[in-house]
């Protein structure tokens, strides 16, 4: 995702609501700059935010939200966690790759976490994170499984050498990959500042790799395919699907073939959930959609979660009848909710007290001769095991 600008920290009421009641204070922690970072989730969150205050807010209460931008920086997110806790909100929306450094500060404070972020490992071991889509464990089912729906009978993954989890990925991977009969047969680490990847490519090629999962960036995922086809080497990619982009349909050896599971409901779609997200989305953040580079399937989650967390204020009355809105209030919402499909746009979510929350299903996506597709519609493929 393409390094993009993002506020420091900020609030947004939607100045048209007509909500009276005290304000529902939410809190983002958001890598919104830097190599890793997730901007287009948090302006599709931002979008949510304001069209819901339009509407007369939750139950009476407009919306009031605090985005504080941690650069991707460990310390840097566990202070603006502090912050977000002494400002009293009664959740907080995960937008960083560095959650772990303050999974514990939210647990002791009984804050839920709800939504966007589903790589960490935190989205599926704390009781009190609720994502909204595929998470970490099942992840690599799902890359493996797509590898074998385009039919590879070898595999291989170039993985990221700046961030941490994808080094200690690469194992979980490799046990997946034996126990669902495609294993890794070839694996090299990339980083983003490298001039090119030709001497992977051609070991992998060489290998006879016939699915190449590319665990990196989605500019990264471009430049590898690239290299590997000036080298002739020409196998199906495989990537985390919330990367795709419409992008894909034009550049050389992605656009050819590639598949992946993405967390939701494919984004280029005509459903009506999707009609009311894409309305919204133009409104309060206009050309977003146009920017192929920075809007992809990852977008959507940043509106999932602000859906999902309405579900959950709907479902635990959060501020109903007058009263001040809670974490207490918004966690009773959450367990009340019941194989939840946020009006059909994720696989069905239902969320237990005392434990993580696993979601083992997505949406697979596929490019082939230049035209993005969603190979099952809108049905959800889940793993039979994590």
Not at 151 to 159: L, P, R, T, V
Not at 274 to 294: E, I
Not at 374 to 384: G, Q, S, V
Request: with cysteine; proline share 5%.
């Amino acid at each position: 995702m393409a390094a993009a600008a993002c506020s420091s920290s900020g609030s947004s009421g939607g100045g048209s609501s007509t909500a009276s009641g005290s304000p529902i204070k939410i809190g983002a922690i958001c890598t919104c700059t830097g190599t890793f970072n997730i901007k287009a989730p948090a302006d599709t969150y931002k979008a949510w935010v304001e069209s819901t205050n339009a509407a007369g807010g939750i139950n009476g209460h407009p919306i009031d939200l605090t985005l504080l931008d941690d650069g991707g920086t460990p310390g840097k997110s566990a202070t603006a966690a502090r912050t977000l806790i002494s400002k009293k909100v009664v959740a907080i929306v995960d937008l960083t790759n560095v959650d772990q450094t303050w999974s514990k500060l939210v647990e002791d404070a009984k804050i839920p976490v709800v939504g966007v972020q589903v790589t960490t490992t935190p989205s599926y071991t704390s009781p009190y994170f609720f994502p909204e889509g595929l998470t970490e464990n099942s992840l690599f089912t799902g890359v493996i499984k797509s590898a074998q729906q385009a039919s590879a009978k070898s595999f291989g993954i170039f993985y990221c050498a700046e961030a941490v989890q994808c080094q200690e990925g690469l194992e979980p991977l490799k046990k997946v990959g034996e126990g669902l009969g495609l294993p890794v047969s070839y694996a090299a680490e990339i980083s983003a500042t490298a001039p090119n990847y030709t001497a992977q490519c051609i070991a992998a090629r060489d290998k006879k790799i016939e699915a190449l999962f590319i665990a990196h960036t989605a500019g990264v995922a471009e430049k590898v395919a690239a290299n590997c086809n000036q080298q002739n080497y020409h196998p199906t990619y495989v990537v985390s699907g919330d990367t795709i982009s419409t992008r894909y349909e034009t550049l050389a050896g992605l656009k050819d073939n590639l598949v992946g599971p993405a967390s939701s409901v494919p984004y280029f779609l005509n459903t009506p959930a999707l009609q009311a997200m894409n309305t919204a989305v133009d409104k309060y953040v206009p050309g977003l959609r146009d920017d192929k580079t920075l809007y992809n399937q990852s977008a959507p989650l940043g509106w999932l979660s602000g859906k999902l967390f309405g579900a959950a204020a709907k479902a635990g009355g959060l501020g109903a009848n007058g009263s001040t809105p809670t974490s207490e209030q918004l966690l009773k919402g959450l367990y009340a909710l019941k194989d939840e499909t946020l009006d059909g746009q994720a696989a069905p979510l239902t969320y237990t007290a005392g434990s993580g929350h696993q979601v083992n299903c997505w949406f697979e996506i596929s490019v082939r001769g230049g035209k993005l597709g969603a190979p099952n519609d809108t049905k959800p493929t889940c793993a039979t095991s994590s």
